[in-house]
């Protein structure tokens, strides 16, 4: 069971990955965790993080933005460290540095292609 | 009588009509005037010279009448005149003697005696009173000329101030026509000034915008496709010997719950790229319905994602407190709409300006930039708050803020003409109020008032 933490503040967010990893989640090959902001996410890691294998955060949020909440995980180190994936509308070139810069492990724009996406996790399953 | 007395007479005449063109100023008189009074003293020689005559005979009696009709025409026509009634004072006894002896010594014949003796009274007469009227004169004259000599001074200075009159308003014309010409590149300017700050407002938006729409477009399509392989999924169940109709039913739910999210995010998208357009558009000034919370949600929204495409190290919390009793207003859709992104964006822009200042100071610890926007409703009145916890204003600063082309932004930054504009929208377009609180260093909040 791999446990992926999701950071965006699009509610509908929640609907769409849940039905399009119906499957998984059905099979328990996947678990999803819902934040919309990215001071609940750092809560949420703070008292859950060891189960947190991947965090897919969206970049341009109203607060905290996904590039902060980036930089305070990698401060804070968990253990084990989660990996993050950065996704985001604006497929710009500096979001892309600045995000891999800052240590994420991808870079994602949207719309998110979801067979890409399903093919990233079973790497990191693997 | 003679003719020597004849040539006497005439010669008097000429005399008399010398002293009196003299006497009486002929220049003043119009021509025909002046030709009357160079024969009257011919008609009292006339007369002088029929009262010689002994008996009358009918010829002397039609000239005598015609004579002392024309005398009396005379005195009629010019007793206006300067001088006239006192000519009329020197003669007058005499034509009146005349007369007299012409008719008495018609009816009794005449009397050496009381002819010289009144003739004698005559002389003296006319020389006295003459000699006293011409000293008058001779005083009236130079009266006169004091008089005239002042008339022309003033005649004159009137002239040299009508020439200064001339030429000041001929200034004044010229500088009138090219204040007009003034007014004229102004208005001209002023509504080239309003379409660029309409563009720049857009400008600014556009980055936010783009990205509004791309999230619901993404929701779209990624809901669409998620239909897709639900309803194939169906299909496939469907097939099966053993259906599992519960399975169905949630699968339909799914499908229509999705249809639903594929129309709302169509909608958002559909809304954003109208509200674009009416921002863009000459405002049509008509008032119509407006749903006020979902309209500064959707420009607080804008104004964010604006600021953040087009600075990435721009971040602040929004934070909204909307009364749903605001409900429907009625107002001018795209003008509000620019006020909204007016303030807001100003209110990023200062918070994200304490941000950066605090920043420079190693300080931001504890600070958290944060934007509002409250509605109300209070009897007949809509109030609308915008608060924001940044720099805040000075005295100096608030006074000036609605003044067109007062900007506290680096050159190229502002137009100065937002506040300015939001003001004249709010006031003039909606009879209502815009009031700012502002503290240097810890906030500042918009307050606007629009009577329903």
């Known amino acids: 069971m791999m446990k992926i933490l999701v950071v965006d503040d699009e509610q509908d967010i929640k609907d769409l990955f849940e039905q399009k990893f119906r499957k998984e989640i059905k099979s328990k090959e996947l678990e999803f965790v819902f934040t919309f902001?990215?001071?609940?996410?750092?809560?949420?890691?703070?008292?859950?993080?060891?189960?947190?294998?991947?965090?897919?955060?969206?970049?341009?949020?109203?607060?905290?933005?996904?590039?902060?909440l980036l930089k305070e995980i990698k401060i804070k180190s968990f253990d084990p460290n989660p990996k993050i994936f950065m996704i985001t509308a604006y497929g710009d070139e500096q979001s892309h540095r600045e995000s891999l810069d800052l240590g994420a492990s991808d870079f994602l724009t949207k719309p998110v292609n979801f067979i890409e996406l399903k093919e990233k996790f079973k790497s990191i399953l693997l | 009588m003679d003719i020597s007395q004849l040539i006497g007479f005439t010669i008097i005449g000429f005399l008399i009509v010398k002293y009196l063109d003299n006497y009486l100023d002929i220049k003043q008189f119009d021509e025909y005037k002046a030709r009357l009074l160079r024969v009257l003293p011919f008609g009292i020689l006339g007369l002088t010279f029929i009262g010689q005559i002994t008996t009358l005979t009918f010829i002397t009696e039609f000239m005598f009448l015609w004579v002392f009709l024309f005398i009396i025409y005379v005195i009629i026509d010019l007793k206006d005149q300067r001088n006239v009634k006192n000519i009329f004072w020197l003669l007058g006894p005499y034509i009146v003697y005349q007369v007299f002896q012409i008719i008495s010594q018609s009816i009794y014949g005449r009397d050496e005696k009381v002819a010289e003796g009144f003739e004698t009274f005559f002389v003296i007469w006319i020389f006295a009173f003459g000699g006293y009227l011409n000293t008058q004169n001779r005083k009236e004259k130079v009266r006169l000329m004091a008089d005239q000599k002042e008339k022309q001074t003033l005649e004159d200075s009137k002239k040299s101030l009508e020439h200064i009159v001339n030429l000041r308003t001929a200034e004044i014309t010229e500088q009138k026509l090219a204040l007009e010409q003034s007014m004229a590149e102004l208005k001209a300017t002023q509504s080239q000034l309003i379409h660029s700050e309409k563009m720049a407002s857009l400008g600014e938006l556009t980055a936010g915008i783009a990205h509004e729409i791309q999230n619901p477009l993404n929701f779209v399509n990624n809901f669409a496709e998620l239909n897709k392989e639900l309803i194939e999924e169906l299909r496939q169940e469907q097939k099966k010997e053993q259906r599992d109709y519960e399975n169905e039913q949630q699968i339909l739910e799914d499908v229509f719950n999705n249809l639903e999210k594929i129309m709302h995010h169509g909608k958002r998208a559909d809304g954003i790229i109208k509200g674009m357009l009416q921002h863009s558009r000459k405002s049509t000034g008509k008032k119509e319905e407006i749903n006020l919370n979902e309209l500064a949600d959707e420009?607080?929204?804008?104004?964010?994602?604006?600021?953040?495409?087009?600075?990435?190290t721009f971040n602040a919390q929004m934070s909204t407190n909307f009364d749903s009793s605001v409900g429907i207003i009625m107002g001018i859709h795209q003008d509000i709409g620019r006020v909204f992104l007016n303030l807001i964006t100003n209110a990023f822009y200062t918070v994200n300006e304490k941000k950066k200042m605090l920043a420079e100071n190693n300080n931001t610890h504890g600070y958290e930039p944060i934007v509002t926007v409250s509605t109300t409703r209070f009897n007949n009145e809509v109030i609308i708050k915008i608060s924001d916890n940044g720099n805040g204003m000075s005295d100096a600063v608030k006074d000036k803020i609605f003044q067109p082309f007062f900007t506290t932004k680096p050159t190229g930054q502002g137009t100065g003409l937002g506040l300015s504009m939001s003001y004249e929208i709010i006031t003039a377009g909606h009879n209502g109020e815009i009031k700012v609180e502002t503290e240097e260093g810890v906030g500042t909040t918009f307050i606007i008032t629009i009577p329903q």
């Open chain 1, 37 to 68: 902001n990215a001071n609940d996410a750092l809560a949420y890691l703070d008292s859950q993080n060891s189960e947190v294998v991947l965090i897919l955060s969206d970049i341009n949020m109203p607060g905290m933005s996904g590039l902060e």
């Open chain 2, 299 to 312: 420009y607080l929204r804008l104004a964010y994602h604006g600021l953040r495409a087009k600075d990435k």
